[in-house]
């Protein structure tokens, strides 16, 4: 016959055996499988919840005691010509596209940085307490990199970027549509493989 203690230390064990299970259930239901990175879910839950503290804490700053951040940017990446490449190639070499891409801009930003894959072949990374002209800078770096780095049959792979930061934006949501916007400028008229920040935009 089991006594109390052990039967509570059965009980322990099990519900921590059950929390365990949630937690990884939760990283499933919040990361790409293919990339590592946030999905869609997962990087709006964090990158939102941390614009909200921002923005908290910037206007009830008597609060403000070891909260640091008072910024944050957004780079919003879309791999040109992805679709040329399934279409040629293969899903296959799509995905490892994708996967080369990531590798490299995981490397490149801060383990503070929240990376997500947004949908297809739409990456981005929210820079912790970065403004746009570093953020800018940061973008640029990533840029070079994969285009010297990433090849398909020699072919060179390359991204369109659109920069935003809380110097433009309140919201996660204005912080994303700028960003967009911006992406949608360095790839439609400015001829891909480019850089743009969401404040030129406003100019």
Known sequence: ???????????KQELRKKDLQIEELRKLATKDPLTGFYNRRGFE??????????????KN?????????????????????FKSVNDQYGHKAGDQVLQQISQIIRQKVRNIDIVGRWGGEELVAALVGSHEEDAFRK????????????????REMTVSVGVSSLDESETFEELL?????????????????NTVRASELKK
């Open 139 to 154: 973008a640029e770096e990533i840029r070079k990199a994969i285009k010297s780095r990433v090849k398909i049959n020699d």
């Open 1 to 11: 016959m089991t006594s109390m203690a052990e039967e509570l230390k059965e009980l």
């Open 177 to 193: 549509k700028y960003a967009d916007q911006a992406m949608y400028v360095a790839k439609k008229e400015r001829g891909k493989n």
């Open 61 to 81: 700053p008597a609060t403000r005691k070891h909260f640091y951040i008072d910024s944050l940017s957004l780079l919003f990446f879309d791999i040109d010509d």
């Open 45 to 58: 839950e964090e990158v939102g919840r941390l614009v909200k503290d921002i923005d908290f804490f910037k």
